[in-house]
């Protein structure tokens, strides 16, 4: 569907047939020789400088291309057969000539029908005057439309590539929105897990402590409803403290030891939100995918570390969860690295 800018621009072209006016005039008052044909020929001028126009407004170039080869040969027959003081009449021509013929074959064109004019109205005797403001006419005439056409075509390609960015960023805006959603819930379910199984073994002999257990889980399951919904208006994380206290209890109820080495400090919220992103999906892994026996979780100025003394995450290494964290990382300027020596360790750089 054709935009209001190219609707308006078509339309801008069609009072210019105007000029057409004159010779209809000369055509009722009998001042031209062999009228029928020439009211003909005319009238033919004025459909195919039309149709030349509306064609190139609708990308059908050589359909557009073919009228306008006939126009010319139309506006050379009016001059030379019909009536030649009609000259004006190729102001029409060139802007079709412009509004057709695309890039630098347009220069080529013009001079071409300019020359061919300015031979034809010496050969009838016009003036150098004559011929100059003719000429003139014509040549600004179809250089301008020319101008004008290719700003157009400039719009309508600013308006694609606009639109292919916004889907891009829809797009991208999915695909964070599926990551943050899977490191909020992937800890947070990695729990209710750990605490379902000790409710399984608890059950048989202690209910006390198992139905401990299931408010836990029914807690756990809140918070995942909280973090979701605040996801879907704009989630940044809840922090660094918040993260370590949940991943201190994560731990001891994965029963894995958990060495904590984080001294009191204050970042900026980008910062503090990107540490505790990493708190949460290093300990997710840890509890998932390690099989370890302990894990420590370190700060030394701005490099968080978490190590464990398992097997690592395995095939979800490059997955979700780390690729997520590694694009946060880079956005603030920092940098993410793993390394499976010696267990796993979760390195995470800021500035």
Request: charged share 20%; glycine share 10%; with cysteine.
């Amino acid at each position: 569907m054709r935009s209001e800018h190219e609707r308006s621009g078509e339309s801008a072209f069609y009072p210019w047939l105007l000029l057409a006016y004159p010779p209809a005039r000369d055509l009722a008052e009998g001042l031209v020789r062999q009228a029928g044909p020439a009211a003909i020929c005319l009238a033919a001028f004025v459909v195919l400088y039309t149709l030349s126009v509306a064609l190139s407004f609708r990308d059908r170039h050589r359909t557009a291309a073919a009228a306008l080869a006939a126009l010319v040969v139309v506006t050379f027959l009016l001059l030379t057969r019909f009536a030649e003081s009609w000259f004006h009449l190729t102001t029409l021509m060139t802007i079709a000539c412009g509004a057709v013929v695309r890039g630098r074959a347009v220069y080529a064109v013009l001079t071409a029908l300019t020359a061919t004019l300015a031979l034809l109205m010496w050969r009838a005797g016009a003036g150098g005057e004559d011929i100059s403001m003719t000429l003139w006419g014509a040549a600004v005439g179809g250089l301008v439309v020319s101008i004008v056409m290719k700003l157009f075509s400039m719009i309508a390609e600013l308006r694609r590539t606009r639109e292919e960015l916004a889907h891009a960023a829809v797009a991208e805006e999915r695909l964070r929105f599926s990551r943050d959603l899977h490191d909020l819930l992937g800890h947070t379910l990695s729990v209710m897990v750990v605490k379902a199984e000790a409710v399984r073994r608890l059950a048989p002999r202690d209910a006390e402590a198992a139905a401990r257990q299931a408010a836990d889980i029914e807690t756990a399951g809140r918070q995942a409803l909280r973090e979701v919904r605040a996801t879907v208006t704009g989630y940044r994380g809840r922090g660094l403290a918040a993260e370590l206290a949940s991943a201190r209890t994560a731990l001891a109820e994965a029963g894995i030891a958990a060495t904590v080495r984080v001294p009191e400090s204050r970042m900026a919220p980008e910062a503090d939100a990107l540490m505790g992103w990493a708190v949460r999906e290093g300990v997710t892994n840890v509890i998932r995918h390690s099989g370890a026996r302990a894990c420590e979780i370190r700060l030394d100025g701005a490099i968080l570390e978490i190590h464990d003394d398992g097997r690592g995450p395995g095939g979800s290494g490059n997955g979700n969860g780390l690729r997520g964290l590694a694009e946060r990382a880079v956005a603030l300027g920092g940098t993410l690295e793993t390394s499976a020596a010696d267990g796993f360790l979760l390195r995470v750089t800021i500035p």
